[in-house]
């Protein structure tokens, strides 16, 4: 089991960055594909962004590619969310979602995931 806690959601002004970061719980973290989804008001949530297990291999939706980056820290059972050009349209609850132990690369919808963090707020002000 994997217990997952979102923090570095805020109030940002467009074109700005933020870093989102979750913390993980349990000994398997490493074994796990992490990901990043994100849902704004009257929105379904949707995917943003996935790492793989060893953090060789990740995949971004195309609404953020090249403005966001997912990394990992196993050692410290880390994932991060890197948030550089921010727009108005990225306002939404941030959630970090983890898939495993050792699942098949590739799934990008939310019931590929088994673990969930409860969110974090990120606006971005126009």
């Known amino acids: 089991q994997v217990q997952l806690v979102e923090s570095g959601g805020g109030l940002v002004q467009a074109g700005g960055s933020l870093r989102l970061s979750c913390a993980a719980s349990?000994?398997?973290?490493?074994?796990?594909?992490m990901g990043w989804f994100r849902q704004a008001p009257g929105k379904e949530r949707e995917f943003v962004a996935a790492?793989?297990?060893?953090?060789?291999?990740?995949f971004y939706a195309d609404s953020v590619k090249g403005r966001f980056t997912i990394s990992r820290d196993n050692a410290k059972n880390m994932v991060y969310l890197q948030m550089n050009s921010l727009k108005p349209e990225d306002t939404a609850v941030y959630y970090c979602?983890?898939?495993?132990?050792?699942?098949?690369?590739?799934?990008?919808?939310?019931?590929?995931?088994?673990?969930w963090g409860q969110g974090t707020q990120v606006t971005v002000s126009s």
């Open positions: 790492i793989n297990w060893s953090g060789g291999s990740t």
């Open positions: 349990g000994r398997t973290f490493s074994r796990y594909t």
């Open positions: 979602a983890a898939r495993g132990p050792f699942k098949a690369w590739g799934p990008t919808g939310m019931s590929a995931y088994d673990y």
